[in-house]
C-alpha cells in the first residue's frame, strides 16, 4: 500500500525520546513516576520569579473543594492558594512550561494513544501550616482527568525538614504502601489520577507548585 506523503513525514519525523519512555514505562508498571530536572534550575527560576510576581499581584485565590459550580472553601481539607493558567495567554515564563509539557502530550497520544485532548493546569502556593489532605483527583467530579501532573518550584536549598512532602498511598497486593515524595525544584512528578489516591503533608514554609490534569476531552 503506498503510504500518503503525510505518514511517511510522520515516520521520518518519529525520534523515540528515552525520558519520556521512562514515564511510560513507570505509569504501566506503577502509576506513578518522579522525574527530577524535567526542567532546568534557570526555567524553574523564571516560572518561580513568575508564580511570585502573580501572588504578590494578589491574584490567587483560595482553592476551594468540589466542582466549578458547587466550590467549597474548606481550610480543614486544603490551605493551598491557586491561580489557573490559560494557555493562550502564556507569556515568556509559561511559554517554557507549555513547550515541554505539550512536548509530552504530543508522544503519549503517538505512541500509547492516551487520547489525551484537554489539559488545565494551576499555580499553587501553600503558606506555612498548609496542607491537603488524602484525596483523589476526581473529587472535582472530573471523570475526564486521566493523569495528574505536579511541578516544583521551590528555592534550590529546599529541605526535607520543610515537610510538605506528597504522599502517594499505592496499593501492593491489598496492601497499603506509602510513597512520600519530596517537592525538590524541577521534579515533577506524574500519575494516574482516577487511580491513585495522595496528600500533601503540612508544610513549614511556603511550597511552590504548577499542579495540572491532562484530560480525555
Ligand atoms: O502539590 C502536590 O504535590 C499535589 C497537589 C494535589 O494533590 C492537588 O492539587 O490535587
Ligand atoms: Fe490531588
Not at 506503577?30 to 511570585?52: A, G, I, Q, T, W
Not at 492558594?81 to 507569556?91: D, K, Q, T, Y
Not at 511559554?95 to 492516551?114: D, G, H, P, Q, S
Not at 497486593?173 to 500519575?191: L, S
Request: hydrophobic share 35%; glycine share 6%.
Amino acid at each position: 500500500m503506498q503510504n500518503t506523503d503525510q505518514e511517511l513525514f510522520e515516520q521520518i519525523d518519529f525520534r523515540e525520546n528515552p525520558l519520556f519512555e521512562r514515564i511510560i514505562e513507570d505509569l504501566l508498571e506503577k502509576k506513578y513516576s518522579v522525574v527530577d530536572s524535567f526542567f532546568e534550575p534557570d526555567e524553574v527560576e523564571v516560572l518561580r520569579n513568575h508564580l511570585l510576581q502573580k501572588y504578590e499581584e494578589d491574584n490567587f485565590k483560595k482553592a476551594a473543594i468540589g466542582n466549578k459550580t458547587s466550590e467549597i472553601i474548606e481550610r480543614s481539607i486544603r490551605g493551598d492558594f491557586i491561580l489557573w493558567i490559560n494557555e493562550a495567554e502564556a507569556g515568556i515564563a509559561e511559554n517554557i512550561y507549555f513547550k515541554k509539557i505539550n512536548a509530552m502530550v504530543e508522544y503519549l497520544n503517538r505512541t500509547c494513544f492516551m487520547g489525551i485532548l484537554t489539559k488545565e493546569f494551576h499555580y499553587a502556593l501553600y503558606p506555612e501550616g498548609t496542607f491537603y489532605k488524602r484525596h483523589l483527583d476526581t473529587f472535582q467530579n472530573d471523570g475526564r482527568r486521566k493523569l495528574s501532573m505536579v511541578c516544583y518550584l521551590n528555592n534550590e536549598d529546599w529541605k526535607p525538614e520543610n515537610g510538605g512532602e506528597l504522599a502517594i498511598y499505592l496499593d501492593e497486593n491489598g496492601e497499603e504502601k506509602q510513597i512520600d515524595i519530596y517537592p525538590f525544584p524541577g521534579r515533577v512528578v506524574i500519575f494516574e489520577s482516577q487511580e491513585l489516591e495522595h496528600e500533601v503533608k503540612p508544610v513549614k514554609v511556603p511550597r511552590l507548585s504548577i499542579t495540572g490534569w491532562l484530560k480525555t476531552r
